[in-house]
């Protein structure tokens, strides 16, 4: 294998872990549900596909390469059809969001 | 290699982050939502686990792990909306007088 190979193979993986901290990150510290599902639904998909990116870099052209490519597309398929069914279930519920906090300090009482 | 090391090490923090947010959850949302994103991460780490060992015939499991978790993530999101698995819905309305699970309702509210 080429270093170049093995350069992209290692930034793409490097890239993918930082994301999936990022996951566990937001889902542990932002305040409400839709937020965290925010956090959670995007990085988890961006953050597989770059770490089966790499291992398929790894793997070469073989039989590995192919099963990689199906988990990263089932993946890329069902993570936000998995989250589209947990906003609206929690919004079919009526979870409703928090109100809005102000920043300035004459509206701290409003709303 | 390190690097699967490295990667291996991340997923595994991120993993102990949702668990924690799993266990303490203000809603049933957050925990299913944590308990989806940690199956995600399973994917992620037996695959690594797979190239880290030198075996790569055993990606087979992390396809059918994540076939698996949407799948369980869709049925208890039924669950919470239905309360039941029933796919009749004639069924359904006859049992709709009696509560199946109050205590899942109790916490929803």
Redesign the interface.
Known sequence: MSVWLEAL??LS??A???V??V???G??TLPE?YS??HA?SIT?TL??AL??F??AV??GW???TA??V??ML??MI??P??SH??VK??A??D?SLPPRRRQEDGDAGAD | MTYFTVATLAILVSMAMLLVRAFKGETVYDRILAVNSFGTKTVLLIALMCFMTGRPDFIDLALVYALMNFISTIAVLRFTRYHDMLDDDDLRARRLSAPIAPAIEEELT
């Open positions: 193979s290692w993986m490097l993918g872990s930082l999936l901290l996951t566990g990150l889902v542990l549900y965290r599902l959670t988890d953050g597989a770490v089966l790499g291992l790894q793997a073989s039989l590995a099963k990689l199906m988990v089932f993946l069902t993570g059809a998995a069914a947990l279930t929690a079919l519920h979870l």
